[in-house]
């Protein structure tokens, strides 16, 4: 007799829908067919669809370090509500990922805490571990990050949000040498180098030049940190990893001069792909009047034209899939003046419905939102037991009702930090239960296990 059995479900994958029952036996899925069988649990999904579990491998779960703004516990509650049962934690922690011991610390320290499978990210500061890089991703780093542009406090190694070079005990943003250096070093790994791609001394100099016209709203946010500052950006990796064979990921790319860059890259067969999240197709700076500061993420939220061009790079494969850069502050820190707040916002938990929403819009398919949000993203990152449903996979399962209709609000998060952009947008289409290896986690946005079952991947 199977553990488990979901019956009568759509099941959706990258490129099909079909009618069927998933049975479940140790943590994987076994049969699909439309066989009535028993099993130890049943569920009758009649009407409702079955996607493979979202994988999100941008989240910065702030633990260690700033654990007032999220921790690891509250950080995957979140996911799995919001039908991401994969999770990638971002190493911009403190301590952060730097050697092959932090993460070994780091995933021991998750295992209790953990309510998603999770993957850890290493960081590269440069010099400072440079030597340490090939033996941390063959200890099991998802991959290594490296935040261009950024200077980084010497000893927390927190991000500073808004540099000044005359800040002390930082370590300023890297100049391009030491960043050919890192990319060396990373094509012997194999793995992938990921970027934030912003030009800080075009950001600095533009920086300067606003606050000498005393501007200060949105629009002038946007000229400080220009599209341009992220296609130049792109530009110098793109050949830095041709030149060294490293295997290169854009991070977060907001803009159609950044994504005609990564088209340019791809066309000319560099190594490259590359994400955007929720906020970028769904926010543009006409938003700002009623969104108002919360919306302030790096690489900052461009112009409607842009957010246009993404949902068309989307389509045609020139961005290969989403992750929300799931980045929260204490609440109050993101109100004030747009130019001091520190960037970033939550997004781990609304990025299936705001998805599954446009799929009721008639803007994308189903078996679309799985391809960019779990087939894709597995493929990409060498997750072979996630990513579809198929017989082996794990049996990571979101059970979707495409015709529920409710409200996204700060109130029914789960992060630490509930606050996000998208409150207030009515969706139609929702996770109403998660399994996470054949475990019910999540049931009707309530999470139902008390004991943390995730897993590292290594
Ligand atoms: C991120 C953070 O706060 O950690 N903020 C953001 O605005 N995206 C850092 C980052 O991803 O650049
Ligand atoms: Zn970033
Ligand atoms: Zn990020």
Redesign the pocket.
Same mark, same amino acid.
């Given at each position: 007799m199977y553990d488990l059995a979901l019956k009568n479900g759509f099941i959706v994958n990258e490129n099909e829908i079909y009618l069927g029952n998933i049975y479940i036996q140790d943590e994987k899925i076994v049969e699909i067919s439309l066989a009535d069988k028993p099993a130890n649990e049943v569920y009758d999904v009649s009407g409702k669809y079955l996607l493979p579990g979202c994988i999100d491998t @941008?989240? @910065?779960f702030r633990d260690p370090g700033a654990t007032a703004k999220e921790d690891f516990t509250t950080g995957t509650q979140a996911a799995i509500a919001g039908g991401v049962t994969t999770v990638f934690d971002?190493p911009?922690t403190n301590p952060s990922v730097l050697n092959e011991q932090d993460l070994l610390q780091k995933a021991n320290y998750f295992a209790p805490k953990a309510f998603a499978d999770y993957g850890i990210w290493g960081l590269s500061l440069g010099e400072i571990n440079l030597g340490d890089l090939p033996r941390l991703c063959e200890a099991g780093a998802s991959a290594v990050?490296f935040f261009w542009g950024y200077a980084i406090n010497a000893k927390t190694k927190a991000l500073i949000y808004n540099y000044n070079p005359k800040d002390e005990d930082i370590i300023p943003p890297l100049g391009d040498g030491e960043v050919y250096e890192i990319f060396e070093q990373m094509a012997k790994t194999g793995k992938i180098i990921a970027i @934030?791609a912003e030009n800080i001394e075009l950001i600095q100099t533009l920086t300067k030049r606003l606050q000498q016209s005393g501007k200060k709203d949105y629009e002038a946010l946007i000229q400080s940190r220009p599209a341009l500052a992220e296609a130049l950006t792109i530009q110098t990796a793109s050949l830095l990893a041709k030149a060294t064979g490293a295997r290169l990921h854009i991070?977060?790319l907001t803009s159609k001069m950044g994504m005609e860059a990564v088209a340019q890259a791809k066309a000319n067969g560099v190594n490259i792909t590359a994400e955007t999240c929720p906020q970028y197709l769904f926010l543009s700076a006409k938003d700002y009047d009623s969104v108002g500061p919360m919306m302030k993420?790096?690489p900052v939220i461009k112009h409607e034209e842009d957010r246009l061009a993404l949902w068309q790079g989307l389509k045609n494969g020139t961005i290969d899939f989403i992750a929300s850069? @799931?980045?929260p502050h204490i609440i109050s820190e993101k109100q004030g003046d747009l130019f001091s707040i520190p960037a970033?916002m939550c997004g781990v938990e609304t990025m299936l419905p705001l998805m599954l929403n446009e799929v009721n819009n008639g803007h994308i398919t189903l078996p679309f939102l799985v391809k960019v949000m779990a087939k894709n993203v597995a493929d990409i990152y060498n997750l072979p037991n996630k990513g579809n449903l198929e017989i082996g996979k794990d049996a990571d399962i979101v059970v979707v009702d495409m015709n529920k209709v409710d409200t996204i609000e700060n109130e029914k998060l789960h992060s630490k930090q509930p606050l996000t952009a998208f409150a207030g947008r009515k969706i139609k289409g929702w996770p109403i239960k998660t399994f996470l290896r054949g475990q019910l986690v999540v049931d009707n946005n309530k999470i139902c296990q008390d004991k943390a079952c995730g897993k590292w991947i290594k």
């Open positions: @941008h989240c @910065h971002m911009n990050k @934030h991070l977060h993420v790096y850069d @799931h980045a970033g």
